[in-house]
Each structure stands twice: as structure tokens, then as C-alpha cells.
């Protein structure tokens, strides 16, 4: 994993608790030298502060996710929402706020990185399951592709997962907490996870994103898949 931090105390002591849980850790100071460190490592994970020299954590993580899928967790003293919006709309999975606990720290490395691995294939695979489709969209789990009349969506991965889900609870209503759950199987995190996700959605299946009929917000709830007639 690639730590970037440039406070040699905070680093310190999170690349031991690091080292112990099992991790091999690469730490960088700078964030200029973290772009150049992550072409060259691949790491696993990428831990990234948001206050650095040089390139700040934003554009770190702007230029990390120009070319690679590496999972992002971004650490900062910054603590108002619109920071931790930007870090996930730039792709970050994960943002916790200092002052942290290097444990937490960890469980939440530990959790990012389950939910990027993909699981195991099955030896005896069960027959592919048909294509969802619902109006003008065609969604192939299996196959892992989204297309809405006959274009191809270019989805996130974790677009796709929410997509996917919601078609297949279509008219029921959940909250950001079980989309988080039940979706990406996060036991903690941010909410404005999904936020962010259902707004880049809308943008790719809705034909009008600032009215949507299809990914609806229910009010004082969450959000609600509503398919075509």
C-alpha cells in the first residue's frame, strides 16, 4: 500500500499500525512524488492526505484515478462536507477526518480492500443470469456491462453496483445507510457516498438528471427505483 502524508509523526504511527496488521507500507511525503510512486508500485490501496506539498491530495487523487482503480481512503483536518463531497466526487472510497484513531485507521483499510476484491470464482458456476432491462436500459450482471439504448454507460464500478441493485428492487425505498450496506457492504462510512453516486446515475439513465423519473429521491427516506411503464 502507498501511504502519502507528509506530517512525519501522524505517518509514523500509522505506518506501524500499518506494518503490524500485515501490511507492507510505501510512505511518500510529497504529492508530486506519490503521482510518479503509484505508476510505478501499483499499490493495493492508496492512503492519501489532503493537505501536501507540492500537489495537493485532490489533484493526487485526480491524476492516481487518470490511469489506475486503485482503491483511495483520503485523510484531512479539512472536516466541512463539501471537501469530503469533492474527494468522492474525485473518486475517493473512503475519507476519515482527523484527529483519528490509527485503529480505525486500519479497519477501514481492511474494508475498502474487501470490498475491491472480487470474490473467488466458483468452480461449478450456476448458468448466467438473464439481462435485467427496464425501458431503454439493459443491465447484464454476469457480464458486468450497463447499456441505455443500445450505448454503452461507461459506469464506475460502484455505479454499476448501485445500478444494478436498484433494478432489481424496483419501487422500494432505502435509505443512504442500507445502500451503503447492502450495496458496497459497508458497515460505516459516509453518506454522502451515495449521494454523490445516485447524482453521477442520474446523469447516465435519466433523460431529464434535474427532474428524475427514474432514480427518485424519497423524501425524509433516501432514494427509490421506479421503472418504466
Known sequence: MLLVEDDVTVADVVSQYLL????LVTHVADGAEAVDVAGVVEPDILVLDLMLPSLDGLEVCRAV????????????????????VLGLELGADDYITKP???RELVLRVQS????????????????ADAPVRDGDLVVDARARTA??????LRLTAREFDLLAFLLTHPGQAFTRTELLDQVWGWSFGDSST???HVRRL???????????????????????WDSAP
Open 20 to 23: 503490524r496488521s500485515g501490511f
Open 65 to 84: 484515478r487518470a490511469t489506475q482503480d486503485v482503491p483511495i481512503i483520503m485523510l484531512t483536518a479539512l472536516g466541512a462536507e463539501s471537501d469530503r
Open 100 to 102: 483519528f484513531s490509527p
Open 112 to 127: 475498502v480492500l474487501r470490498r475491491a476484491r472480487p470474490l473467488v470464482a466458483d468452480p461449478t458456476p450456476e448458468p
Open 147 to 152: 447499456e441505455r439504448a443500445g450505448v454503452d
Open 194 to 196: 451515495v449521494t454523490v
Open 202 to 224: 442520474r446523469e447516465k439513465v435519466e433523460p431529464d438528471p434535474a427532474n428524475p423519473s427514474r432514480l427518485v429521491t424519497v423524501w425524509g427516506v433516501g432514494y427509490r
